[in-house]
Structure formats: structure tokens, C-alpha cells
């Protein structure tokens, strides 16, 4: 199955589970064109519409997804099935419950990006919600400071991030996260500190917002 927006209506979600991977799937198989990987782990998955495009583009042969909220597993399980799709699944508070023994050629994320949403603005409830916030980039700290346990030395780490250049971000006309400095400027220091170096970046748009996918490797 070829036609992208087919293949969606046949993965299993609820709109809560949803940060935002129906619209990023395609752009990480345009990053991933060409390359064949046995392993891909999707970070962050919730129902895996990453890494279960990159398996319906024969990009990847087996997919092993982590996800905080337990819910996600029957919706994976479920799509998975429809394709016959090989998905292992770990329900992981970032990366404290993957078994060591577990090893991925190519880890892929949609992680939360922002890491400090106003409560002032009109969507500052968002604040709480796991799917948009990483208050102080914690979980992206634990995720860099573990991964390279689950990566061989040529294993590569491709990572969506939003307005990497910018210490503010504004939405609807007002101030939405205000990060204390420079994402990439955050992200260098992070990959450099454990063992980690970002490669590449690819920019990409979605609607009015300029997203970017890292390339991250071993150093």
C-alpha cells in the first residue's frame, strides 16, 4: 500500500494518543529514502505512525516502540496486525523499562518540544499534557543519557524538533515557550555529553512552523 492517506485510515488511535505523527511520518520516509535498517525503535511512539510507515516503505524489517502511557500498546498491536507488521512494544517511562538487550539500527521520535509553555497563554494548559512539554527538557535528557546503551556504533538517531533556532516561541500573537536559550545550542551540549554528535539537519514545515529532523550519532 502505497497511498499514504489509505494506509492512515487503517492505524488504530485515540485523538489523545495523537502529538502530531500523522503529519511527520512522511517526512521522516523522505529523510529515510533509500536507506534499509533490521531494527527501528520509535521514541515517544504513542500508536507508531513513524516507524510503522518507515516498515510499510521497506525502510525497516521490525519495529519496537516505547510509550509512558500503557494505553498505546493495544492500538499498536491492532495496526500492526491489519499488516502483519513485526512490533514489539514496551510501555517505558522514557527509557527505564527497555531491556538493556535490545539493540536498534535506526531510533526515530516525535518527542515533546517544548520545554517551557506559558501558563499565561490561551493553550497553557498544554503545560500538563506529556504529548507538547518536556519542562526543563528532562525527558530529553534522560533519552540522550541512556540511548547509547540500545545503539550499535553505527546506529543513527533521527529526532523531529520545532523552532530550534529560536529561545521564543510565539503563538496565536503571544509568547508560548521560553526556553532559556537556543534548542540546537541545548541539544549540541546534551548529544556532545554523552558520547553523541549531531550530523545533520534537515528542515522541514509544518503549516507556519519550522520543524527540523536531527541526525544524531555516535561520536
Known amino acids: 500500500m502505497s497511498d499514504y492517506n489509505d494506509w492512515l485510515e487503517t492505524i488504530e488511535f ?13 517526512e521522516f ?5 533509500n536507506k534499509k535498517f533490521e531494527t527501528i525503535f520509535e521514541w ?15 525502510i525497516g524489517k521490525t519495529l519496537v516502540t516505547g510509550d509512558v502511557n ?17 512490533v514489539r512494544s514496551y510501555v517505558s517511562d522514557n527509557m527505564k523499562d527497555i531491556p538493556r538487550y535490545e539493540k536498534f539500527d535506526l531510533i526515530v521520535s516525535n518527542p515533546p518540544n517544548y520545554c517551557d509553555i506559558q501558563r499565561s497563554h490561551p493553550l497553557g494548559y498544554l503545560r500538563e499534557d506529556l504529548r ?8 530529553h535528557k534522560g533519552f540522550y543519557k541512556n540511548i547509547n546503551n540500545y ?5 543513527v538517531i533521527f529526532i523531529s524538533e520545532v523552532e530550534i533556532y529560536n529561545k521564543e516561541v510565539y503563538l496565536r500573537g503571544e509568547l508560548y515557550d521560553n526556553r532559556t536559550e537556543e534548542p540546537i545550542i541545548t541539544f549540541e551540549r546534551m548529544t556532545k555529553d554523552n558520547n553523541l554528535k549531531i550530523t545533520n539537519i534537515t528542515p522541514y514545515l509544518v ?3 519550522k520543524c527540523y529532523i536531527l541526525e544524531i550519532r555516535r561520536i
Do not use: R
Open 14 to 26: 485515540t485523538t489523545d494518543l495523537n502529538g502530531g505523527g500523522p503529519v511527520l511520518a512522511p
Open 29 to 33: 520516509a523522505k529523510v529515510l529514502k
Open 44 to 58: 515517544c511512539s504513542g500508536p507508531a505512525w513513524i516507524g510503522m510507515w518507515l516498515l510499510e516503505q521497506k
Open 70 to 86: 500503557e494505553k498505546y500498546v493495544d492500538f499498536v498491536k491492532k495496526s500492526a496486525e491489519k499488516h502483519n507488521y513485526d
Open 132 to 139: 507538547p512539554s518536556d519542562i526543563g527538557w528532562e525527558v
Open 151 to 155: 545503539m550499535h556504533d553505527d546506529s
Open 207 to 209: 503549516e507556519a512552523t
